[in-house]
């Protein structure tokens, strides 16, 4: 969709369904029409909301305590542990556009969701039983094992089965928990905006758990355990998903409804055309009242597209004006994308250095009770699942009243507000490293990993 029908629908005047009234663009499981009031909204979010806490529990089970895991029982050295892990994590994080491609071009959301699922489930169990095989012996006096071969590649197989069921779940699960709710119904366009709030908050409690009490069961119990509980977590969540298949709405698909290919054929269209001024379409269109001017005079150079290869408008366009617009989003994206990066680099330390950080500081909060290293990530979990809350219930409400608008804020002053506090809480990490560093060279410590520098943990969650 377009960024200019995401605007306008902001403003568009929302019905009241009457009674047996159905959902426009949406069928149930067996592809009939689906009544609104026995189907979609909270009760079929419940079930697509849970299948995501269980998936999240699962990734960050394995992604936040991964680089222990490495440096640990197979012996790599932090830096070799740190490049696998940010490979893979970043592997994980472009996979979801393949699953997107798929889920829009050929299976839909639903069963892209199940099958991924299922290639989840598999990953994870390769993954439990590679932490099953016997690691080569480790001399007490050396920092580093010659681990199994077979367990390594073992392992980085299930890795890489975890991303790419990770990367058919993570585009397909939220969208697919937003089709419950129309935005034609004055209810449900409301629900709409919570929908991603408790969504966050869910998810990030689930994220909690797993970090508060798979990283203790890992560093202290057993490895293959520690995996072992995400693959069950997400056998029932699958069971439970598909437990909601009788009431969820699924979104029709409709011919040409890829959004990549779309966006791809009206750059070739356009480039194809770069000769020619669409001037006459302009004063056309706009006559009709579906071209705002300002739009159409952004990016100019993409409204070649609407012409054909000789220069002339026909009847049947090479694209259409919504094609055109999505491109035209997706230039103004690019600001939004490269402001990110520089959050995306630094966010994946926390699963990496911070956790080696931490390993090296004193942790103990009671005589003979160590907190993992990695469960330090769950104070993020904390403080979104507060501030969620706090966002939901208290300031929308208020912004609601002030701006006039469903969502309070805009998601671009959302962005801007996190990237914002993202980088003063990165601020003050590097000014705790500066004093780490600090107080291990005072002691002498700096070349000696495996002591424990004087100095609580608790400096990193100031």
Not at 52 to 69: D, M, P
Not at 132 to 146: E, H, R, V
Not at 403 to 413: A, E, F, N, V
Request: proline letters at 4%; hydrophobic letters at 45%; a neutral charge.
């Amino acid at each position: 969709m377009s960024i200019s029908n995401l605007s306008s629908s902001e403003t568009q005047e929302v019905r009241t369904p009457l009674l047996n009234d159905t959902v426009d663009d949406c069928v149930d499981y067996k592809g009939n029409p689906v009544c609104r009031y026995n189907s979609g909204g909270w009760r079929s979010a419940a079930f697509i909301i849970g299948v995501e806490v269980a998936e999240r529990f699962a990734y960050y089970g394995i992604s936040s305590n991964l680089i222990t895991y490495l440096t640990g029982p197979l012996g790599q050295s932090t830096v070799t542990a740190a490049k696998n892990v940010n490979v893979w994590s970043g592997t994980a994080s472009l996979l979801p556009l393949f699953g997107a491609f798929v889920a829009d071009s050929f299976l839909g959301r639903c069963r892209t969701i199940i099958i991924a699922s299922l290639i989840y489930i598999l990953g994870l169990g390769l993954l439990t039983l590679s932490a099953m095989l016997p690691t080569s012996d480790c001399q007490s006096d050396s920092m580093s094992c010659s681990s199994n071969t077979l367990q390594v590649i073992l392992l980085f197989i299930a890795l890489y089965l975890v991303a790419l069921g990770q990367g058919g779940h993570k585009p397909c699960v939220q969208a697919f928990g937003a089709d419950q709710f129309d935005r034609q119904d004055t209810k449900e366009y409301k629900s709409k905006s919570s929908f991603f709030n408790w969504w966050y908050f869910f998810m990030s409690s689930g994220i909690l758990v797993s970090l508060l009490v798979l990283t203790y069961i890992q560093d202290n119990l057993s490895w293959s355990l520690g995996f072992g509980i995400p693959c069950i977590m997400m056998i029932c969540a699958l069971i439970i998903f598909l437990l909601g298949s009788k009431k969820y709405r699924y979104s029709v698909k409709r011919e040409g409804n890829n959004a990549l290919l779309r966006i791809t054929r009206v750059f070739v269209a356009a480039f194809r055309n770069w000769r020619f001024t669409p001037s006459s379409i302009a004063s056309e269109e706009e006559g009709r009242g579906t071209v705002p001017h300002q739009s159409y005079e952004q990016f100019k150079f993409l409204n070649n597209a609407l012409l054909t290869t000789d220069g002339s408008k026909e009847d049947q366009k090479v694209c259409t004006f919504r094609d055109v617009e999505e491109a035209k989003a997706v230039l103004r994206l690019i600001p939004i994308w490269t402001t990110c990066l520089g959050y995306a680099i630094v966010f994946p330390q926390s699963s990496t250095f911070f956790v080696k950080q931490a390993a090296t500081m004193d942790r103990s909060i009671s005589p003979g009770f160590e907190i993992p290293a990695a469960s330090l990530e769950s104070f993020s979990s904390i403080s979104m699942i507060l501030c969620i809350a706090i966002y939901d219930r208290l300031f929308v409400p208020v912004a609601r009243a002030l701006t006039r608008k469903p969502s309070g804020i805009s998601m671009l002053q959302r962005i801007g507000t996190g990237m914002f506090l993202s980088a003063v809480s990165i601020a003050f990490a590097a000014l705790v490293e500066m004093k780490r560093l600090e107080i291990a060279q005072e002691s002498g410590l700096v070349n000696e990993p495996n002591v424990t520098v004087p100095m609580s943990v608790w400096w990193c969650r100031i």
